[in-house]
């Protein structure tokens, strides 16, 4: 499984959003958003957190 960390782009931010200022980092994993994040360090860190998740999965299963 890929899990991946991107910052939304202007296309898919609200107006409203954009006026503030306000950025947003999407976290993806095998390209299915699974969370949203305003701090780009909390994005990479739950990243962090589901890599850990997958390598045990795999480990159980090996």
């Not at 305003?38 to 480990?59: M, S």
């Amino acid at each position: 499984m890929t899990v991946k960390v991107t910052e939304r782009d202007d296309s898919h931010m609200s107006h409203e959003g954009l006026a503030a200022g306000i950025r947003i980092w999407d976290v993806h994993q095998q390209d299915l958003l699974v969370g949203m994040f305003h701090n780009e360090i909390d994005a990479h860190n739950y990243k962090a957190e589901l890599e850990v998740q997958e390598q045990q999965r795999d480990l159980k299963s090996a």
